[in-house]
């Protein structure tokens, strides 16, 4: 399978990511792990690549296997900064998780603690709201009820001949 260096291409090109794996019918996931060397491009769809770029030479983007970004973790990585065989330098990588994790559960805790609170008093506000709503409803239909009663009145006067006046 085919390796091109699909973020070269797309800057050459001012293209996004997600145009180009719109245009390439792929998911933009797909073309993301692509990019990152995770999977290689397949070599059935190298002709839908040129169709994108037609008067592009895409040789000039393939990339030789040999030159791939090493995935390993470790001292061995060539891009890592960090060297986590080291037992002191995992000892306080470790120390570091340990800190932030009980941190972010007492932080979480807290927020447990103050989510409680204000779901207990948007249910209450939220109570009262429809107590409110049923008493306006309930007005409503009396309303309209009453309405009706005052046409129904006007026209029994007019059919019987008599003649009313509306005070405003």
């Known amino acids: 399978m085919a390796r091109y260096d699909f973020q070269k291409l797309r800057s050459d090109h001012n293209i996004t990511q997600k145009e180009l794996a719109d245009?390439?019918?792929l998911?933009?996931?797909f073309l993301s792990s692509v990019e990152k060397w995770r999977n290689p491009f397949p070599d059935d769809r190298v002709q839908?690549?040129?169709?994108?770029?037609?008067?592009t030479d895409l040789s000039q983007y393939e990339v030789d296997e040999d030159t791939l970004p090493d995935r390993s973790i470790g001292s061995h990585n060539k891009f890592s900064q960090i060297d986590i065989n080291n037992p002191e330098v995992l000892k306080k990588l470790l120390d570091i998780v340990e800190k932030c994790t009980?941190?972010?559960d007492g932080a979480?805790?807290?927020e447990t603690s103050?989510?409680?609170e204000w779901r207990k008093r948007y249910d209450k506000v939220c109570?009262?709201?429809d107590a409110v709503r049923s008493e306006r409803d309930k007005y409503m239909k009396e309303k309209y009820e009453l309405q009706f009663e005052?046409?129904?009145l006007k026209e029994l006067l007019l059919r019987n001949g008599i003649e009313y006046e509306e005070k405003k």
Request: glycine share 4%; aromatic share 6%; charged share 30%.
């Open 23 to 25: 245009k390439l019918k």
């Open 27 to 29: 998911s933009q996931g």
């Open 48 to 55: 839908d690549l040129q169709a994108v770029f037609p008067n």
């Open 102 to 104: 009980s941190e972010s």
């Open 108 to 110: 979480r805790n807290a």
């Open 114 to 116: 103050e989510s409680s």
């Open 127 to 129: 109570a009262e709201l």
């Open 150 to 152: 005052i046409f129904r």
